[in-house]
Structures are given as C-alpha cells and as structure tokens.
C-alpha cells in the first residue's frame, strides 16, 4: 500500500510556509514503514530538532483505479479519517535547499499517524467537513474541506493518472495553517467534526 501525500493544499498554509501557490496539486510519497502503529507514542528522531505536526484528513481507497474520471472518483472510497504527516522542517528545509528529495523528512519510521476509520456515509457531505488537532487539549490546526484547493475526488483524479490507486492505498489530502513544533510529552488529539480518531503522546 501506498501512502500518497499533497502538499499546499490550503491557501493558509502556503501563506505560512512562504510557499508559491501551486498550479497542480504537489504530490509525494510516504513508504508504510512511516506508518506509525496503534497505541505507539511518536518518537521523535534524533536527526532533528524540529518535528512538526500537520494535521490531515485521509482517504482510504477501496478499488483499483487508474485514470479515474472525477465524476466516478466517489466510487473508489468509503471510508474517512484524520491523521498527522509529521514532518522533520529543519531537514526539510536543509534538503529543499540542496534541490534534493524530500524523503528522509517525510518518510522516517513514524511519521504517518493515521486515525480510526469512519464511513463517509455518516457525512452529507465530504467537501464539508470540519477537522482539528488539540495538543495538550488546546486547538493548534483547524480548517474545512471546503477550504481545499483541490477537493476530494478532484485529488483522486489527478493521483491516478500518475499512479494506479490500490485498495488499501491512503491519501493524506493536505493540512491546514497552524503547524508547529512537538516536544516530549506532548499529547495529540484529531478529530473529524467531533468525533476523535487518535489519540498519541510524543517521547
């Protein structure tokens, strides 16, 4: 399984970063190995000292599909979810920098958190959602779906015609402003409209 990350997403977010608005979405990969396991605190890696929480909503594929028309792009999950692509920002930065890939800060052991399940039946509508994550039970990143550059199913469509999207494949759909640094004994919570689907501590 893939996990299939965009990036700048939120025009907040962008801001934040002093990022160039994109003209396509921008894509990469986290490897499953970043998949951080149930009931495991985060381990903050020694190869940096600034790890950042980014808080995201997450689509799990159900079908095969390659060259997905947008109109037919709902068919090809069920299931939503939350969860966070920490990111390594002071080797992010350096690697950037160096015009090098961003792998080694997106991608260590870990750094996928991905929340409970819920069926996108429970929603009336998934390009409205409201989304959040508490650290230490006070809100750091909160947004809308509505609020994305490019929606849900508009995503799928563009991902599969690079990738033939797998069942099991997830998509981390882009986060919001309010990144920042975690810190040892840090816990983090994320919720979907209210409902919370993770709950971690940072080590």
Not at 6 to 14: E, L, P, Q, S, V
Not at 40 to 69: A, R, Y
Not at 85 to 94: E, M, Y
Not at 109 to 125: H, L, N, P, Q, T
């Amino acid at each position: 399984m893939k996990l299939i990350c965009i990036g700048r997403n939120y025009t907040d977010h962008i801001k934040e970063l002093e990022n160039e608005k994109p003209t396509d979405p921008v894509v990469f990969i986290k490897s499953d190995n970043a998949i951080l396991l149930k009931k495991q605190p985060f381990f903050i890696p020694d190869f940096s000292n600034d790890v950042h929480h980014e808080v995201e909503v997450l689509v799990k594929i159900t079908k095969l599909g390659k060259h997905i028309d947008k109109k037919f792009a709902h068919k090809y999950y069920d299931q939503l979810s939350v969860g966070i692509d920490f990111t390594a920002r002071d080797l992010q930065k350096q690697l950037k920098e160096k015009g090098l890939p961003w792998e080694k800060a997106k991608s260590f052991d870990g750094a996928a958190v991905i929340g409970d399940w819920i069926d996108k039946s429970e929603f009336s509508d998934v390009d409205n959602l409201n989304f959040r994550l508490e650290k230490n039970s006070s809100v750091v990143q909160t947004a809308n779906t509505s609020l994305m550059l490019w929606k849900i199913d508009e995503l799928i469509e563009y991902v599969s015609k690079y990738f033939t999207l797998k069942i099991g494949d997830i998509i981390f759909t882009g986060t919001p402003s309010g990144v920042g640094k975690v810190v040892a004994n840090d816990k983090l919570k994320g919720y979907l409209e209210d409902k919370e689907l993770f709950s971690i501590t940072v080590k």
